[in-house]
Nanobody, 119 residues
């Protein structure tokens, strides 16, 4: 099994940037698709972006397209989410997850990292 630990969250002003990292331990990280989800207060968890096992295919939600970029470095067992032009409504707990499905990689999860965007 793969264990995940997110980092890089924090407080940022509206329009600012953050880069989240998700470090994986355990074997076969490079065999899994990875994704970033977020959950705002009082809302359900939504998939923000996903990346295939080799990094050749990526997808991001329409609401973050052009502002968020997902990437991975399999040599470092790490997946990233670069977030630019952040909005207050994007305040949420951001979760790293992985799995067999590139469309919805949710087989295993990290603990989450808080991102707060102030107006």
């Amino acid at each position: 099994q793969v264990q995940l630990e997110e980092s890089g969250g924090g407080l940022v002003q509206s329009g600012g940037s953050l880069k989240l990292s998700c470090a994986a331990s355990g074997r076969f990280f490079s065999s899994y698709a990875m994704g970033w989800f977020r959950q705002a207060p009082g809302k359900g968890r939504e998939l923000v972006g996903s990346i295939s096992w080799g990094g050749g295919s990526t997808w991001v939600a329409d609401c973050v397209k052009g502002r968020f970029t997902i990437s991975r470095d399999n040599a470092k067992n790490t997946v990233y989410l670069q977030m630019n032009s952040l909005k207050p409504e994007e305040t949420a707990v951001y979760y790293c997850a992985g799995g067999q499905s590139y469309d919805f990689p949710d087989d295993f999860w990290g603990q989450g990292t808080q991102v707060t965007v102030s107006s």
